[in-house]
């Protein structure tokens, strides 16, 4: 094996730059994905922002909410403009994880309730007085659990009566 190349069983090896650069590389071809939406003038979507929310009159003092946000669609709906918040998640070392509950609300600081990979999104939908909503996208898949528990709350067509929870 030549210098330059990686030896993918060396998993030390694996999750340097090599991983790094493969999330890195998620991010630019999603948001790519994204800008691509532009040229379908059927598609609602008339804008992309990357990396944190548009400068406007709605995201103008959302502070540290805004990092939550990825890439953002500013779309045009029948009614005004709404927003599409998109996280990305991406694991070159992990792809067979699951998303669960448990990692979804696991705070990333200790002091800061809202800092799970959910409670980021719920601190930037109540900034932004819930105009729009939000996608995870990920190379992981749900768990099982998550899947049935998001369908059920679909299915039901209700709304989950507000709870405060300590990991949002």
């Given at each position: ?8 069983e ?39 922002k ?25 779309r ?11 996280q ?13 509950w ?44 998550v ?22």
């Amino acid at each position: 094996m030549g210098q330059s190349e990686v030896n993918l069983e060396d998993k030390e090896s694996f999750l340097g730059a090599v991983a790094s650069n493969a999330g890195d590389d998620f991010h630019v071809l999603w948001a790519t994905r994204e800008m691509l939406r532009l040229l379908d003038a059927k598609d609602d979507v008339i804008a992309v922002k990357v990396e944190g929310p548009p400068r406007d009159d709605v995201h103008a003092q959302l502070g540290e909410h805004g990092q939550a946000a990825d890439i953002v669609l500013i779309r045009n709906t029948s009614e005004e403009l709404s927003y599409r918040y998109l996280q990305l998640k991406h694991s070159a070392s992990h792809p067979q994880d699951n998303w669960t509950w448990s990692r979804l609300l696991t705070r990333r600081a200790k002091t800061k309730p809202r800092s799970s990979v959910l409670g980021k999104l719920a601190g930037l939908l109540k900034a932004v007085k819930f105009k729009g909503d939000f996608s995870i996208v990920t190379n992981q898949p749900l768990s099982a659990s998550v899947v049935a528990d998001i369908a059920r709350l679909i299915k039901s067509g209700t709304k989950p009566a507000p709870r405060r929870y300590g990991s949002i």
